[in-house]
């Protein structure tokens, strides 16, 4: 059982950076494709940004591409995303979810074994 805690969300003003960080107990999180999905009005799980496993494969919304970076530290069992030049848009709750030898596509598709319950990011201008 893999269990997943989001941190790092926080109210930031527009052209400020965050960091989101996902970490991950019970079990190696070095097996599992992550993503990040934030809430974009009726949609619960927009895909922001997506990992691989091993391959260290990405993927990202157009909306984000050039702002964000996704990186995974599976020594510490953490994925992060980084989040620069922060727009008004890009307020919502983040989640991270797990998917256990997937692909980004899937993942990002809204495919998972496992989902986070999600921290705040909120830009003010």
């Known amino acids: 059982q893999l269990r997943l805690v989001e941190s790092g969300g926080d109210l930031v003003q527009v052209g400020s950076s965050l960091r989101l960080s996902c970490v991950a107990s019970g079990s190696s999180l070095e097996d599992y494709v992550i993503g990040w999905f934030r809430r974009v009005q009726e949609d619960p799980r927009v895909a922001v940004s997506c990992?691989?496993?091993?391959?260290?494969?990405?993927k990202y919304a157009d909306a984000v591409k050039g702002r964000f970076a996704i990186s995974r530290d599976n020594a510490n069992n953490t994925v992060y995303l980084q989040m620069n030049n922060l727009k008004l848009e890009d307020t919502s709750t983040y989640y991270c979810a797990a998917l256990a030898l997937g692909t980004v596509q899937a993942v990002c598709a809204g495919k998972f074994d496992y989902w986070g319950l999600g921290t705040q990011v909120a830009v003010f201008s």
């Open positions: 990992v691989g496993a091993r391959d260290g494969s990405t």
